[in-house]
């Protein structure tokens, strides 16, 4: 079992950074994926990011790439986005989540945080 916790979310001027954590307890991450998705109001969920937690490799959405980056912590078994030149489209709850490397779905998910984008 793998907790996840998310914070960092809040209302931010366009332009603006923001860097939102999502703190892992219940196991190590060794052979998993940790991934950032984003929901807006009426639309589905979708991927943001994701980062493979031996080796760092990271994956990011076309629309993000060059404004946000995700890393992690390996000490404090966290995992972080860095976001920049934010945009109202940006504007969404955002979720962390966790899979094993072997699998194709992501098995943990927290309970959101929420992100505001103002113009």
């Known amino acids: 079992q793998v907790q996840l916790e998310e914070s960092g979310g809040e209302l931010v001027q366009v332009g603006g950074s923001l860097r939102l954590s999502c703190a892992a307890s219940?196991?190590?991450?060794?052979?998993?994926?940790m991934g950032w998705f984003r929901q807006a109001p009426g639309k589905e969920r979708e991927f943001v990011a994701a980062?493979?937690?031996?080796?760092?490799?990271?994956y990011y959405t076309a629309s993000v790439k060059g404004r946000f980056t995700i890393s992690r912590d390996n000490a404090k078994n966290t995992v972080y986005l860095q976001m920049s030149s934010l945009k109202p489209e940006d504007t969404a709850v955002y979720y962390c989540?966790?899979?094993?490397?072997?699998?194709?779905?992501?098995?943990?998910w927290g309970q959101g945080t929420q992100v505001t984008v103002s113009s």
């Open positions: 989540a966790a899979r094993n490397v072997r699998s194709t779905s992501y098995s943990y």
């Open positions: 980062i493979v937690w031996d080796g760092g490799k990271t």
């Open positions: 219940g196991r190590t991450l060794s052979n998993y994926v």
